[in-house]
């Protein structure tokens, strides 16, 4: 269906505004030339007839009228011509419309009335041919809009077409016109950016294969160290919090190599989202495990969802850390609501620079990678993107930031649908 605004309509609307102005005007112009030529014609034709008879008629001169024209003097004057006020108009007699002039003499007054004029049809036929060439006018107007708008819109859609299903070669490069030069720009943006989305897709790639070895060594060293230094309880603290981070880390960098990928290349499955934040809320106990925080699940109505089991784990999770993080007491609660997940901390909350970023905001300060948002959040943002879930982040009255992560209605990203 195409917008009510379309160029194409937009297009026709302004041939056939066009086409009634200029109707208009030379309605106007054609109605002035019809009245100026009856007023040149009749009336002052009777006027002459009239101005040579009168005087005639009070000299008892013969009054010998030309054809078609009669001259009527006092008494003489039909009952329909009498009392008329003086000058030429035009009156019904027995339903026939007469041209008459009307004047006084000493004697008396006196009409000239104009039986032969054929005036009255010439002007209808000559407004109707007006009206009819008129909407002829109106409809080649319609008409050529249309066609105009064809021709313009047409390259446009099949240009916009090939844009959005990611053609590699546009149509429309070879023209020389306006057009053209919009295609090969077109198509030089989609290179530029392709390049630099196959760039940081590399990168991401690269480093996370580059990061997975020394970060499975620092995993596994503090597993040994944890063995032989069982005895010496100084050393448990770092080398727990050593082993906690490069899980994390090696959980990011999966992350990323998984983001790196086609999203119709991850495999999707099934999940309760109940079961996924029991899951994630049990994970990260060890993370409020001595601190004045509870970490809790508070219950809600469960959906299930199709996407990678990963990225919705890793997108709850890393809110869930950064909530227990940045929460020194209180409470850490994840509900459920209608397709929706709810993240609830106690902590200071986000400046609303990041918020109003976070949310998407037209007037957020941009930001840069995971500038001011950490790691965690900014894997957060393009996990949503990934699975067009919507993040909405706001503080409580009180204290604290919530985060609402709302799925779309029965599936997740389009990119997935080949999972299904």
Not at 44 to 49: A, S, T
Request: aromatic content about 6%.
């Amino acid at each position: 269906m195409k917008p009510v605004s379309s160029l194409g309509s937009r297009i026709a609307r302004a041939y056939l505004l066009f086409a009634l102005g200029c109707s208009l005007f030379f309605a106007s112009v054609a109605g002035f030339v019809v009245e100026g030529i009856e007023f040149k014609m009749v009336h002052e034709r009777l006027r002459d007839v009239a101005a040579w008879a009168a005087p005639r008629h009070e000299a008892k001169l013969s009054v010998a009228m030309p054809s078609g024209l009669i001259f009527h003097h006092g008494e003489a004057i039909p009952l329909s011509l009498r009392n008329l006020p003086e000058g030429v108009q035009d009156v019904a007699v027995d339903g026939v419309q007469l041209p008459v002039y009307a004047g006084h003499t000493a004697s008396g007054p006196y009409v000239v009335v104009d039986h032969a004029s054929d005036y009255g049809k010439v002007e209808i036929a000559v407004y109707s041919l007006l009206g009819v060439g008129f909407l002829g006018f109106i409809a080649m107007s319609v008409f050529l809009g249309r066609f105009m708008a064809r021709q313009v819109v047409a390259p446009i859609e099949a240009l916009s077409t090939a844009v959005s299903d990611g053609s590699a070669d546009l149509p429309l490069q070879e023209r020389n016109d306006e057009l053209g030069i919009l295609a090969r720009a077109f198509a030089s943006h989609t290179r530029e950016l392709q390049a630099f989305l196959d760039r940081e897709r590399y990168f991401t790639g690269d480093v996370s294969h580059e990061l997975r070895t020394p970060l499975t060594i620092i995993g596994g060293a503090a597993e040994i160290l944890a063995l032989h230094t069982g005895a010496e309880p100084a050393w448990q603290g770092p080398l727990e919090r050593i082993a906690r981070a490069a899980r994390d880390a090696s959980e990011s960098v999966a992350i990323l190599l998984l983001l790196a990928r086609s999203p119709e290349l991850i495999a999707s499955q099934e999940l309760s989202m109940s079961a996924v934040v029991r899951e994630e809320v049990a994970r990260h106990q060890a993370l409020v495990a001595g601190k004045p925080v509870v970490l809790q699940h508070a219950g809600g109505l469960d959906f299930t969802v199709r996407a990678p089991a990963q990225l919705v784990s890793a997108l709850l999770g890393n809110l869930i850390r950064n909530a227990c993080l940045y929460t020194s007491d209180g409470a850490v609660s994840v509900a459920l609501a209608e397709r929706a997940i709810i993240v609830h901390d106690t902590g200071k909350g986000l400046p609303s620079a990041i918020r109003a970023m976070l949310n998407g905001e037209p007037d957020a300060a941009p930001l840069h990678g995971s500038e001011g948002t950490g790691i965690g959040l900014a894997l957060v943002m393009r996990i949503c993107r990934q699975l067009n879930v919507t993040l909405r982040v706001d503080n409580t009255a009180a204290c604290g930031t919530v985060f609402t992560l709302r799925f779309p209605p029965k599936s997740i990203h389009p990119a997935f649908a080949s999972k299904m």
